[in-house]
T-cell receptor
């Protein structure tokens, strides 16, 4: 087991472009979380899935953001019409619903919007 | 509102010193509390996790304590080394079904 994997590690894009990030959780984990971290701050919750169901979304997740987990395995986070304020580290975590919900984090995708 | 606060935001100490990082949380009904380490531009590494029923956890030179009644946790680092330089994040889980709430972190620098 290689842990939580995120791709790409870095993404540079121009304002107005769409970007998509991928997260592969630990194989038997049924919960998957997305967080966003801006410079000098702690991560903030965006959304989470249990299996393929998206159970909670933060108000930080504007209508330009969409997340999917179509088969309850990997997840994608898409940002449409990127803005400079979207520049941040996007972190993915996974956990088992049983066993205390200990979340294991990936290395993150760093997005820079020019 | 459930909030997690870490003070100070930055700390610089000479190598070899023992030090304490502080974390406070507004709602004491926590499920567990975790301390993470984050190196610049990297993801999160879990250091210690304390369940709500526990008072402390130890790993090597690290010791984390939890006082739910006062809404506080401390991370004690003994005999600090330059390799300990990183940002340390305190994170609280309020139920087994919820998201983690993070503090803003303490940026630690150990001077050789």
């Amino acid at each position: 087991d290689t842990g939580v994997s995120q791709d790409p590690r870095h993404k540079i894009t121009k304002r107005g472009q769409n970007v998509t990030f991928r997260c592969d959780p630990i194989s038997e984990h049924n919960r998957l979380y997305w967080y966003r971290q801006t410079l000098g701050q702690g991560p903030e919750f965006l959304t989470y899935f249990q299996n393929e169901a998206q159970l909670e979304k933060s108000r930080l997740l504007s209508d330009r953001f969409s997340a999917e987990r179509p088969k309850g395995s990997f997840s994608t986070l898409e940002i449409q019409r990127t803005e400079q304020g979207d520049s941040a580290m996007y972190l993915c975590a996974s956990s088992l619903a049983r066993g205390g919900n200990i979340q294991y984090f990936g290395a993150g995708t760093r997005l820079s919007v020019l | 509102k459930q909030e997690v606060t870490q003070i100070p935001a930055a700390l610089s100490v000479p190598e070899g010193e023992n030090l304490v990082l502080n974390c406070s949380f507004t709602d004491s009904a926590i499920y567990n509390l975790q301390w993470f380490r984050q190196d610049p531009g990297k993801g999160l590494t879990s250091l210690l996790l304390i369940q709500s029923s526990q008072r402390e956890q130890t790993s090597g030179r690290l010791n984390a304590s939890l006082d739910k009644s006062s809404g506080r946790s401390t991370l004690y680092i003994a005999a600090s080394q330059p390799g300990d330089s990183a940002t340390y994040l305190c994170a609280v889980l309020y139920s087994s079904a919820s998201k983690i709430i993070f503090g803003s972190g303490t940026r630690l620098s150990i001077r050789p």
